[in-house]
């Protein structure tokens, strides 16, 4: 997604012990309004490690930052169950009824009240689990806040639901790739692809996904490409800098990443890659303002 937030939501259903009469005991339900509180604190804010450090996903480690056990109590009060993907369509006055939650919810996004937007998002599927928007939206905020796996449930749900849609193909493929599951990302991005093979966001996306694997010249052509195309594209911007990086064409990598921090002005991943830069061509003082303004960005 141009730029670059575990209530499991679609949680397994659980087999009736032998003997159909016993009754299983009901689970204790947790407000929604503490669950959403749970789930902001648990969220890692943005750092400098997205390209440069590897993530416990990309050493082989657990993604979720050890906080399963929340997405399970989640989803203890909303179960959702997906409809078959040929009815979606036929529940039109209950798609209508939710549109305004839905602008509300993207209002709370854009006005950083994220408690807010999660809890109305939550509301939204919890009335109708086969809203497309909600799940995609969702599993978007869900992927800025990095709870992954949460973000992963919600995608999965809307490819389900929409399995020809590029844009759920795209954000479903870019939280795979967060948590190194390349295999899965390719496959998806490759559809999407199929289905629009000139998408300026799916060929971003496949270059990030290059990037990820160490392809550094494969992804710069990627992304260079992306960049021609859309020259607003921040984070395509971004990893054609940090690519150029990679194979030491410093100078190519400080003119990208010029352009990415114009683009990303709120992002202490470019000014740290940036500081790097002027490290190398011996800038001490720009450096330290550089790293100055990545370290003030990442605390606040």
């Known amino acids: 997604m141009p730029q670059s937030f575990q209530v499991e939501?679609?949680?397994e259903a659980v087999p009736l012990a032998s003997g159909g009469n016993r009754k299983r005991k009901k689970k204790r339900q947790v407000p929604r309004s503490f669950q959403v509180e749970l789930l902001l604190e648990t969220a890692t804010p943005a750092s400098t490690e997205?390209?440069?450090?590897?993530?416990?996903?990309?050493?082989?480690?657990?993604?979720?930052?050890?906080?399963?056990?929340?997405?399970?109590?989640?989803?203890?009060?909303v179960p959702l169950e997906l409809a078959d993907p040929s009815t979606v369509g036929h529940d039109q006055p209950v798609e209508d009824a939710r549109e305004s939650d839905l602008a509300q919810a993207q209002d709370f996004v854009k006005k950083g009240?994220?408690?807010?937007?999660?809890?109305?998002?939550?509301?939204?599927?919890?009335?109708?689990?086969?809203?497309?928007?909600?799940h995609n939206?969702?599993?978007?905020?869900?992927?800025?806040?990095?709870?992954?796996?949460?973000?992963?449930?919600?995608?999965e749900a809307a490819e389900v639901l929409a399995p020809?849609?590029?844009?759920?193909?795209?954000?479903?493929a870019s939280a795979l790739t967060s948590v190194a599951r390349y295999g899965e990302a390719e496959a998806l991005l490759r559809r999407a692809q199929d289905l629009l093979a000139e998408d300026v966001n799916v060929?971003?996306?496949?270059?990030?996904?290059?990037?990820?694997?160490?392809?550094?010249?494969e992804a710069e052509v990627e992304l260079n490409w992306v960049c021609t195309q859309d020259k607003e594209n921040g984070i395509a911007f971004y990893y054609m800098g940090e690519a150029l990086n990679r194979l030491s064409r410093f100078d190519e990598a400080m003119h990208a990443?010029?352009?990415?921090?114009?683009?990303?002005?709120?992002?202490?991943?470019?000014?740290?890659?940036?500081?790097?830069?002027?490290?190398?061509?011996?800038?001490?003082?720009a450096a330290a303002n550089m790293y100055r303004r990545a370290r003030q960005l990442q605390s606040s």
């Open 9 to 11: 939501l679609l949680p």
């Open 50 to 77: 997205d390209a440069g450090v590897p993530t416990k996903a990309e050493d082989g480690h657990e993604s979720s930052d050890g906080v399963s056990g929340l997405f399970e109590l989640v989803s203890a009060e």
């Open 113 to 134: 009240r994220l408690h807010e937007a999660v809890e109305l998002y939550m509301a939204i599927l919890e009335a109708n689990s086969s809203n497309l928007k909600a």
């Open 137 to 155: 939206e969702l599993g978007m905020l869900l992927d800025e806040l990095k709870q992954y796996d949460a973000a992963l449930g919600h995608f």
């Open 164 to 172: 020809d849609d590029v844009e759920i193909l795209t954000n479903y």
């Open 203 to 217: 060929r971003r996306e496949i270059g990030v996904l290059y990037f990820r694997r160490g392809l550094y010249l």
């Open 257 to 285: 990443m010029d352009q990415a921090v114009k683009l990303l002005p709120n992002d202490p991943r470019v000014y740290y890659t940036l500081g790097h830069l002027y490290d190398r061509s011996e800038m001490p003082v």
